[in-house]
């Protein structure tokens, strides 16, 4: 009983002022840090192969590049698939103990990784077996977005969701990094058979096995289940017949479906564009989508987030034509310049479009209960909470896919064309359709929505 007591939390209202200020905040707090480490790790595992694939063929392998690409998007389909079930984890087990078990999963894609990158005789049927297991690594996301978003109250979730989020986004950078610095040493021969090569790739699964440890120790020993977070499965599943569940899933591939999809594949776009760059600048489009995220959430609490949204879009059309024309004239400068400015575009557009999905559940639950009440206002915030959390996790999930279909797009347009350059034109073209659909539902129709985040009652 004193466990149970101790991992969960019955009465926990961050709504109430008077709790937040006296322990509200400190719990809460407690808990995003953790959190934030577990999902770094999670980032930098599903992340992985970003860097590795790469340089499979340095080591011994003879992958084509269609291949290399194919072994980039696997870990991004999985990941996207697995956050439908870690979503849906958080209300039947609990948010500290589904941290616990997700953390301890990120050892088979590591080990697995590390034995099989030493073995240059891998089928390839087999290396994506390995790849794919990499994707357990991406929903991690799903569940610690579902699980904080809990501990939060309303006017400061935009901020701690942002900073959740871009604590675990910073792990691609962080594995593009230092991957290719800590390849280069000897830790262990886990293939004595073979010489020993220039390149240890094992150390790219190897160095974070001390980290998950640490994480799942953490979570253990730090972070609470609250009481607030159960739901039934039927209760999660009745968001997907939610009009907006529908339209903020679209919106969020192209704001997080792109950061994570050019987060994979810009290692090796780089790699096989302008092969005579020598110098590891991968890590950098990471870096900047993912200190942007936070900001993005925090002014998006200010101005509105679908006006921020749609200001992204705008700005994600501009950046691709840049991208376009100066992969077109070969000038390396200038499509870095323009990848950067995308990958900005892309993380303040992820903070803006999670900030949405509270708003517009919470203002359509409370809009239903008006002039019931306090009780059942009360009761409506308590079931605008547990949408929200299935919308952000679901949401999730959907926007994921792009971790899949830009590396694949790239693949396949290089192998039919010789250039990325098609793939460019048509990701132009969705992300005009982000923008006008954002426009038509959330700003034209409901500008009260962009202008008053938190008092709106239209969405």
């Known amino acids: 009983m004193a466990h149970a007591a101790r991992t969960w939390i019955s009465n926990f209202n961050p709504e109430d002022e008077g709790f937040w200020r006296r322990e509200g905040k400190r719990i809460a707090t407690r808990n995003l840090v953790w959190s934030i480490l577990a999902e770094n790790i999670g980032f930098s595992v599903w992340l992985i192969w970003s860097v590795t694939a790469p340089r499979l063929n340095k080591v011994g392998f003879h992958y084509s590049t269609d291949q290399l690409f194919t072994l980039v998007a696997l870990p991004g389909l999985v990941g996207a698939l697995m956050r439908f079930p870690y979503t849906f984890a958080v209300p039947r087990f609990g948010g500290r103990n589904w941290t616990i078990v997700s953390a301890a999963l990120l050892f088979v894609p590591t080990l697995a990784l590390a034995f099989l990158v030493t073995r240059p005789g891998t089928p390839f049927w087999l290396m994506s077996a390995a790849a794919a297991t990499a994707g357990l690594g991406g929903g991690n996301f799903a569940s610690s977005m579902a699980n904080i978003s809990f501990f939060f109250p309303d006017r400061e979730k935009g901020f701690a969701l942002g900073l959740n989020a871009a604590g675990g986004n910073i792990g691609v950078s962080t594995v593009q990094l230092l991957v290719p610095v800590l390849i280069t040493t000897a830790w262990l021969n886990l293939n004595p058979s073979l010489p020993a090569p220039k390149l240890h790739l094992e150390n790219a699964g190897l160095m974070w096995l001390p980290f998950i440890g640490l994480a799942v120790f953490g979570a253990y020993r730090c972070m609470n289940n609250l009481a607030s977070q159960r739901s039934s499965f039927r209760d999660q599943l009745a968001v997907t017949g939610r009009k907006h569940t529908w339209i903020m899933a679209w919106l969020y591939i192209g704001t997080f479906g792109s950061f994570i999809g050019y987060s994979a594949a810009f290692p090796l776009l780089l790699k ?76 303040v557009g992820n903070g803006s479009t999670f900030r949405m999905i509270p708003v517009i559940f919470r203002k359509q639950k409370l809009r239903a209960a008006l002039n019931q009440g306090p009780e059942a206002q009360v009761e409506a915030l308590k079931l605008a909470r547990v949408e929200s959390a299935a919308v952000l996790g679901f949401v999730s999930a959907v926007g994921a896919c792009g971790g899949y279909l830009i590396p694949r797009s790239f693949g396949a347009s290089i192998q039919a064309t010789g250039s990325p350059l098609t793939a460019l034109a048509c990701f132009l073209g969705f992300y005009a359709t982000c923008g006008v659909l954002t426009w038509v539902v959330y700003l034209r129709k409901s500008p009260v929505v962009a202008a008053e985040p938190r008092l709106a009652t239209e969405v």
């Open 272 to 347: 096989t564009q302008f092969p005579e760059v020598t110098t590891n600048l991968a890590f950098l489009g990471a870096l900047v989508g993912s200190v942007a995220r936070p900001l993005g959430g925090k002014l998006a609490d200010r101005v509105g987030g679908a006006r921020l949204t749609f200001a992204s879009f705008l700005a994600m059309t501009l950046a691709t034509v840049g991208v376009i024309h100066f992969l077109g004239n070969r000038s390396f400068p200038g499509f870095l310049c323009m990848f950067l400015v995308l990958f900005v575009t892309t993380g």
